[in-house]
C-alpha cells in the first residue's frame, strides 16, 4: 500500500559552522519524541553528529539522515556541515532535498559559509525557512540579522514571529499570525511553555509585522488581494495557503526565531516545516539525462505508480558494513528486488534496506517515491551521483558536478606493513567522498591525497589513524599549481621513422594559442584539400589533450590552451593513427617552450571575521600574503573582511589569526580562481620541480 506523499517532507538543515544546526536537530528529534535524553555538541554527545571527529572538534563533518514524525507528517531530515572544507555534503545533501531550514547565528548574523550554502540552495532551487537561532546570546538582534539576509542574500525574509525580550531577557515569541505569544519558563524543557496574549508594548509593533507579513502573502493570490485591497480581512487558512505557494516559489522565505540550546521557539518552526515546506510532489520533478549528461526533456514524477528511479547522494562505510544513501524520486523498491546502476550498467540485488536514525538502523521491507533510505552492502562499486533504476527501463537522472581538490599532501604509512591496510581504507574513503582523491605520484611512488583544505584533509589523515588504524608520515601541504601559455606560435611537427618494414610518417602544421579563461582545452581542425586524413585527426587531438596533463615548464597540468591543426602532410603507406599521436607529443614538447609557458596559482576566497581592535593587524597581514582586500562590512560584534589571497600563502592562517585577535578571529574559504604567480613564486616553484625531477631520476 503506497503511503500519503502529501505528508512527506525531504528537508536539510544547512547554515555556517557554529550556528547551532546540530543542536536544531537534536531539538528537532526531542520534540518528535526520538530521542529523550538531549544531546550537546559542547560535550560531544549528539544524535547526528557520531563520528569520533566530530564529537571532538563539535563540527559536522558527514550529513546524517534521521527520520521522525510531527502532527502526523513524516520528517526526513539531514544535518549537513558548516564548514567550508566540507561545503560538498551540503551540495549534494541539497540535490535531494524537497526543502531546507537555513540556521543563522542570531549575533553573528550571515557568516560566510551561510552564504556558499544559500547560493547552492539557489542553485537547486530549494524551498527554504531561516531559522535565526542563539537570540539569548550577548549581541543577539533578530531585525539585524534579518536585514542582513536582504542586503547579503538578496532574500526576502517574510519575519512570521517576534521576539519577547532580548539576549538574557529572551523568553519567547510572538506567532504573529494567531497573535499569541509562547512563553517558556526557565526549566530548560520545549514542552514547558504557555500560550498567553501579546505582550502590551508590543502591540504596535506586532500589528505593524502582521500587515506586512499579511501584504506580502496575499500578493501570491489576485483575487485575495483584491478582497483585502477593499478591507476584508483574508482567513488564516487563505493566508497560509499563499505563504505555502511563495515558499515553493522562492518568493520569499518565512522567517522564525529562537534558543535551539534553550528549547525556545522550535515548536513553530516544526509546525511551519509541515505547513510551508514542499511535499515530494510538489517540487519540479528531476530531469532525466543521456549518457553525455545532456537533458533529454523527461522527467523522473513522483508517483509510487511510476518506474524505480533513485540517486546514490552518499556512500558510507560504518561498523555495520557499506551504507548507500538513495533518495527515491518514484518507484518502489522492495527487499530482493534486482535493480540497475545505469552509469556501471551494473544490477545488483538489494539484500538489506535501513531507515537511518543517525547511526542506528531500522530494517524496511519496502520504501517508495519520496522516501530517503539506506542500502547495505551493494556489491558492484556504486559511487555518489549514480542512478539507481528498473532493469528493463534504464535512465539516468541529472548528475552531480563537484568541485577539483586545491591542496595535496603526500603519505606514507609509519610501518611498511600498513601499505596494503591503508590502501584499502583510502579507497573506502575516496568512494564516500567525492572531493577526496588519491593518486601515486610516478617519480617519487609517494601516496599523493588531494582534497579542499587543509582542516579536510587533516581529518582524512585522522579517520586514518583511528577509524583504520592506519598511522601516516604526512609531508608539507602542496598547491595545485596550473600552467598556461601567453602568446600565440606557429610550428611545424614532422615525426618519421624507417627502419625495414613499414615505417611510420606524420606531418602537422599547426598554431598553439592562449585560450579563454577557463576554456581548458579546445582543439579544432582547418585542414582541407586532405594533406591531413580525416580518419587521423581525432587521433591528433586526442593526443594533445593527453600532452595537457604535464606541462613542460614545471609539470602541472596545463590550461586554457587553444591547438589549430591547419595544414600537415601524408604517406600513402606509412602514415598511421600512431604515427600522428606521436607528431602531437613532440609538436607539444616543441612549442610550448616557446609559447611564453606561464605558471598559475590558485587564488582562495577569503572571509575573515574579527573583533574592530584588530581589523589594521588582520588586513596588514592579509597584505604581506599577497592578498587583494575586497572590501569590509561592520557588525555588532567585529568585521568582516573580504579578500582573494593565493593559497600558497594561506597554510597556518588559522594559528597567526588567532594569536593576532586573541583566539576571537575565525576565517573560511573556498577556491575563487586561478591568476598568474609573480616571477619569483613561479621560479622558485619551477626551481623545485626540476630538483625533486632530479632527486627522482638519480
Request: proline letters at 4%; aromatic letters at 8%; one cysteine or more.
Amino acid at each position: 500500500m503506497s503511503a500519503d506523499l502529501s505528508l512527506y517532507r525531504n528537508i536539510g538543515i544547512f547554515a555556517h559552522v557554529d550556528a547551532g544546526k546540530t543542536t536544531t536537530t537534536e531539538r528537532i528529534l526531542k520534540l518528535t519524541g526520538k530521542i529523550h535524553k538531549l544531546g550537546d555538541t559542547h560535550d560531544g554527545s549528539t544524535t547526528t553528529d557520531f563520528m569520533e571527529q566530530e564529537a571532538e572538534r563539535g563540527i559536522t563533518i558527514q550529513s546524517a539522515a534521521v527520520t521522525c514524525f510531527w502532527k502526523g507528517h513524516r520528517l526526513n531530515v539531514i544535518d549537513t556541515p558548516g564548514h567550508v572544507d566540507f561545503t560538498v555534503e551540503v551540495y549534494r545533501s541539497l540535490k535531494v532535498l524537497d526543502g531546507g531550514v537555513g540556521v543563522f547565528c542570531g549575533s553573528g548574523g550571515v557568516e560566510p559559509q551561510s552564504e556558499t550554502n544559500w547560493r547552492y540552495a539557489n542553485d537547486a532551487r530549494v524551498s527554504r525557512l531561516i531559522f535565526v537561532n542563539k537570540l539569548d546570546r550577548i549581541g543577539a538582534d533578530f531585525f539585524r540579522v534579518t536585514e542582513q539576509v536582504k542586503k547579503v542574500l538578496g532574500a526576502n525574509p517574510l519575519i512570521m514571529v517576534l521576539p519577547i525580550g532580548v539576549e538574557d531577557t529572551f523568553t519567547g515569541v510572538v506567532d504573529l499570525l494567531t497573535q499569541k505569544a509562547y512563553v517558556w519558563d526557565e526549566t530548560g524543557q520545549p514542552e514547558n511553555y504557555t500560550v498567553t496574549d501579546v505582550p502590551a508594548e508590543m502591540a504596535d509593533d506586532v500589528e505593524m509585522y502582521r500587515t506586512q507579513l499579511i501584504e506580502t502573502a496575499i500578493e501570491q493570490d489576485d483575487d485575495l488581494l483584491m478582497a483585502y485591497m477593499e478591507g476584508e480581512e483574508p482567513a488564516i487558512e487563505d493566508i497560509k495557503r499563499c505563504i505555502r505557494k511563495g515558499t515553493r516559489d522562492l518568493a520569499f522565505f518565512p522567517t522564525y526565531c529562537g534558543s535551539a540550546f534553550k528549547n525556545k521557539g522550535m515548536q513553530l518552526v516544526l509546525d511551519a516545516i509541515v505547513d510551508y515546506l514542499p511535499a515530494p510532489t510538489e517540487v519540479d520533478p528531476q530531469p532525466l539525462t543521456d549518457e553525455e549528461g545532456n537533458e533529454t526533456g523527461k522527467h523522473a514524477i513522483v508517483s509510487a505508480d511510476e518506474p524505480f528511479r533513485a540517486l546514490a547522494f552518499k556512500i558510507m562505510d560504518d561498523r555495520f558494513g557499506a551504507l548507500t544513501f538513495i533518495r527515491i524520486y518514484s518507484g518502489v523498491l522492495n527487499k530482493g528486488d534486482t535493480i540497475l546502476n545505469s552509469f556501471t550498467g551494473k544490477t545488483e540485488r538489494i539484500g538489506r534496506m535501513v531507515e537511518m536514525y543517525a547511526d542506528e538502523r531500522i530494517d524496511l521491507t519496502s520504501a517508495q517515491a519520496g522516501d530517503i533510505v539506506a542500502l547495505v552492502g551493494l556489491k558492484n562499486n556504486t559511487q555518489t551521483g549514480h542512478t539507481l533504476c528498473d532493469v528493463k527501463q534504464p535512465c539516468t537522472l541529472e548528475p552531480m558536478v563537484f568541485p577539483e581538490p586545491v591542496i595535496s599532501i603526500s603519505v606514507t604509512p609509519k610501518d611498511k606493513g600498513s601499505t596494503e591496510k591503508m590502501g584499502i581504507a583510502i579507497g573506502k574513503m575516496v568512494a564516500e567522498d567525492p572531493t577526496f582523491r588519491v593518486e601515486t605520484d610516478e617519480d617519487s611512488g609517494e601516496t599523493i591525497l588531494k582534497g579542499m583544505g587543509e582542516l579536510h584533509l587533516d581529518i582524512k589523515v585522522d579517520i586514518l589513524k583511528r577509524t583504520y588504524g592506519v598511522e601516516l608520515v604526512v609531508g608539507q601541504p602542496q598547491v595545485a599549481y596550473r600552467e598556461t601559455i601567453t602568446r600565440e606560435v606557429e610550428d611545424s611537427y614532422t615525426h618519421k621513422k624507417q627502419s625495414g618494414g613499414s615505417g611510420q610518417f606524420g606531418k602537422i602544421d599547426y598554431r598553439i594559442r592562449p585560450g579563454e579563461q577557463n576554456s581548458g582545452f579546445t582543439f579544432k581542425s582547418t585542414v582541407v584539400g586532405g594533406n591531413v586524413p580525416k580518419e587521423f585527426i581525432p587521433a591528433i587531438e586526442k593526443s594533445f589533450a593527453g600532452m595537457m596533463a604535464e606541462g613542460t615548464l614545471a609539470g602541472y597540468p596545463v590550461l586554457d590552451v587553444e591547438i589549430e591543426l591547419f595544414d600537415g602532410a601524408y604517406h600513402a603507406v606509412d602514415s598511421s593513427a600512431i604515427a600522428y599521436e606521436i607528431a602531437a607529443k613532440g609538436a607539444f614538447r616543441q612549442s610550448m617552450p616557446k609559447a611564453g609557458p606561464q605558471l598559475l596559482e590558485p587564488i582562495m576566497k577569503v572571509d575573515v571575521f574579527t573583533p574592530e581592535d584588530n581589523v589594521g593587524d588582520v588586513i596588514g597581514d592579509l597584505n604581506r600574503r599577497r592578498g587583494m582586500i575586497a572590501g569590509q562590512e561592520a557588525g555588532v560584534t567585529g568585521v568582516r573582511i573580504k579578500a582573494d589571497v593565493p593559497l600558497s600563502e594561506m597554510f597556518g592562517y588559522i594559528s597567526s589569526l588567532r594569536t593576532m585577535t586573541s583566539g576571537r578571529g575565525q576565517f573560511s574559504m573556498e577556491f575563487s580562481h586561478y591568476s598568474a604567480c609573480p616571477a619569483n613564486v613561479a621560479e622558485a616553484v619551477v626551481a623545485k620541480a626540476k630538483e625533486k625531477k632530479a632527486a627522482t631520476n638519480a
